[in-house]
Structures are given as C-alpha cells and as structure tokens.
C-alpha cells in the first residue's frame, strides 16, 4: 500500500526541541521531491519546508529559517523535520507529502495523516 | 512573498448548485497553481494542478482555470460529499504558500 505516516510529534516545552519522521512505503521515495506542511488548530494549511529526491536542494518558508531543517534518508526511505526552539506558535498538525509527479512540480498528491506537535509549559 | 487572498471566506450553497471559488496572487504567478480540498479531520487533497489540470482519480465536476493573479475553482454540480475547506497553493520562484481557505457549506 502506498502511503506515508508521521511519528514524533507530542508535547514539548517552549524553547525545547523535536524530531518529527515520516515513513514512505509502497513508491520509490527516492524518486520524489517531498515537503512538510502544518496546520493549526481550527487554522489554514502552511507550507514548513521542500526538499529534492537527493536531499541537495531544499527550501524553507522565511519565517522558520534556522529552526527547522528539513532531511531525508532515501536508504530508509524516511523524512524528517528538526524542529527547535520551539514557540506556542508551532502548535500544529504536521503533515509530510509527496510530489505528484517524478518531476519538479510541486503539488502535492500523497498526504500522511499527521502527528501533533504541541508547545506548552 | 507571495500572497494568497481566496475568496470567499465561506460560500453557501445547496447540493446541485454551481460553486465558484476565487484566488488571488497578489503577484503574476503565471499558472503554477493548485486546489486542494480538505474535510475535517482529514488530510488535504489534490484536486487541480497547473491552474487546470485535474489530479488523478478527481472527477470531471471540478474544473479550474485562470492565469496570473487570478485563479477560479468551479465545481459544475454540488455532491453533498463536496462540502468541505478549499485551499489554493501556488509555487513559483523556489517558494510555496497557501490560501487563507474557502469553507463551503451546505445551505
């Protein structure tokens, strides 16, 4: 079966840290750019962070540059979210997905379905 | 940054109804832009891609079309299984955003 599920997320203290993965089975997940999305409670969708099938290129919304880094381990067929000094702010629902396509585009057709990752002292 | 502005916040329709849903780029994002659809508890789901192209396995009831700024999703004949939230996403110079959201209802 085709599908992606995220682990890691759960309750952590402002300023502390998470690793968030996600399991790729049933596709060749080296062939795929793969992206991290979150969602707030009762919020819309916001992109975290993109990165290429060799792990060489990756991209970031502006705002949480050099908090988070994004990775993957095509030999795991894994990817992972590094979340640190975390804020109230990225309280969230975290989805990782999968381009739709072999190339370059960017839309996203396989979703897991999410773990929850919530800052609170 | 590129911004999304969707709209309407919430459209109110009966099932059978056309629906019509916009989204502007508050710059020329040529037509690099997609429609997703979410229900609650649910993950997001591709509808369209490249501004008008239908993702796998979506039916022929929605269609979506413009270029630019300005973007429409349209979906022909309401199903009662397509109320849900409606998010558009473009991609375009290395960077990728979404919409606020369209939350169609059933009147």
């Known amino acids: 079966e085709v599908e992606l599920v995220e682990s890691g997320g759960g309750l952590v203290q402002p300023g502390g840290s998470l690793r968030l993965s996600c399991a790729a089975s049933?596709?060749?997940?080296?062939?795929?750019?793969m992206t991290w999305v979150r969602q707030a409670p009762g919020k819309g969708l916001e992109w975290v962070a993109n990165?290429?099938?060799?792990?060489?290129?990756?991209f970031y919304v502006d705002s949480l540059k050099g908090r988070f880094t994004i990775s993957r381990d095509n030999a795991e067929n894994s990817l992972y979210l590094q979340m640190n000094s975390l804020r109230a702010e990225d309280t969230a629902v975290y989805y990782c997905?999968?381009?739709?396509?072999?190339?370059?585009?960017?839309?996203?057709?396989?979703w897991g379905r999410g773990t929850l990752v919530t800052v609170s002292s | 940054e590129i911004v999304l502005t969707q709209s309407p916040a919430t459209l109110s329709l009966s099932p059978g109804e056309r629906a019509t849903l916009s989204c502007r780029a508050s710059?020329?994002?040529?037509?690099?832009l997609g429609w997703y659809q979410q229900k609650p508890g649910q993950s997001p789901r591709l509808l369209i891609y490249?501004?008008?192209n239908r993702a796998t396995g979506i039916p022929a009831r929605f269609s979506g079309s413009g270029s630019g700024t300005d973007f429409t999703l349209t979906i022909s004949s309401l199903e009662p299984e397509d109320f849900a939230f409606y998010y558009c996403?473009?991609?375009?110079?290395?960077?990728?955003?979404f919409g606020q959201g369209t939350r169609l209802e059933i009147k």
């Open positions: 490249d501004a008008s």
């Open positions: 049933g596709f060749t997940f080296s062939n795929y750019w």
């Open positions: 990165i290429k099938q060799d792990g060489n290129q990756k």
């Open positions: 710059q020329s994002i040529s037509i690099y």
């Open positions: 996403q473009h991609r375009y110079n290395w960077a990728m955003s």
């Open positions: 997905a999968r381009d739709h396509t072999i190339q370059t585009n960017w839309y996203f057709d396989l």
